[in-house]
């Protein structure tokens, strides 16, 4: 049974910072494309960062260049993104994606999904 929990969200001002885990399992997580992607309310979901099984490449999308990390574990089946310099735009329920085919920020690509983890960034 494939699972993703995800964890560490939470409230912060303006200029913080939080750090996402994703804890995997149910299936081969170091031979899977791996991403995160957000969406606020009212609006469509948001790749964010993407990484490749060997943990070697990444790609953001342009907001969070230079703010935000992916990284990842193998030994521990585990994701993470670091989120620094916050802002109020970053607010959103945050969800890891498990995907066999690509390093992407195209939702439709990703097979297995987290339920989320909520990150409000007050002003």
């Known amino acids: 049974q494939v699972r993703l929990a995800e964890s560490g969200g939470g409230s912060v001002q303006a200029g913080g910072s939080l750090k996402l885990s994703c804890v995997a399992s149910g299936y081969a997580y170091s031979s899977y494309f791996m991403a995160w992607f957000r969406q606020a309310p009212g609006k469509e979901r948001e790749g964010v960062a993407s990484?490749?099984?060997?943990?070697?490449?990444?790609v953001y999308v342009t907001s969070v260049k230079g703010r935000f990390t992916i990284s990842r574990d193998n030994a521990q089946a585990t994701l993470y993104l670091q989120m620094n310099n916050l802002k109020p735009d970053d607010a959103a329920m945050y969800y890891c994606?498990?995907?066999?085919?690509?390093?992407?920020?195209?939702?439709?690509?990703?097979?297995?999904w987290g339920q989320g983890t909520q990150v409000t960034v007050s002003s």
């Open positions: 990484i490749s099984p060997s943990g070697r490449s990444t």
């Open positions: 994606a498990a995907s066999p085919r690509m390093m992407t920020l195209t939702p439709t690509v990703f097979d297995y």
